[in-house]
């Protein structure tokens, strides 16, 4: 079961949160066209009591309780689950061998997964993007020749996969339930910085709406 610990390492986390949260504003916010796989769902999102709130606000604390599990997951198997940890560190060196240039890692949580370019717009394509100068540097490495596993490991490494998603799902679960007694402080939070800025944004949008014509009503008649 995950270690006592995860309570000071989601109260940790919220406070990082909370100590963004001043730096965001909707003029961050930027058209998607696709969903956010990490939020859509999230029992984070639940557990924070953020339903209502702006996708970016949320994804900023979503990414940093994924984290949390990430990291959890990692020192695990790299303690109890040997198969998995080889096939994993292989794995990952050829991937980094094979795209050396991965400009959407190392991201501050709040843009983690949320793509490298802006979305494109019809009939005006850009110089160039991010991902397409990852691309471009992409390049095949051969795989080393390694013996294949014999049953008896195929086995033991679906036993250690299978662990390593019991351990993720404990830690989350854990994780959000810590994150329940953080949610006046989040809700705080939120009514104090995010709430105004979206209530400032919608008396800009009404404000410059166009004001009916003072003298249709009498044309009705």
Known sequence: MPGASIESRVSAVVDAWLAWLP?????????????????LGSPVIAAAGLGDAPHQVQHALVSRIHAIVDADVAAFTASELPLLDAELDRNEAERRASRPYRPEEGLDHEFEGLGIDPEPVPGEPYLFTLAGLAEAEAAPVPSAQKPPLDEESKARLRHEISLADDRAAQVGQAACLALVDHRGRIAAAVHEVVAP?????????????????????????
């Open 197 to 221: 800025q979206i209530e400032a944004l919608m008396s800009d949008l009404g404000m410059g709406l166009d004001a009916p014509d003072a003298g249709s009503g009498d044309r009705l008649h």
């Open 23 to 39: 730096r965001w504003s909707p003029s961050l916010a930027r058209a998607r066209a696709r969903v956010c796989r990490k939020c």
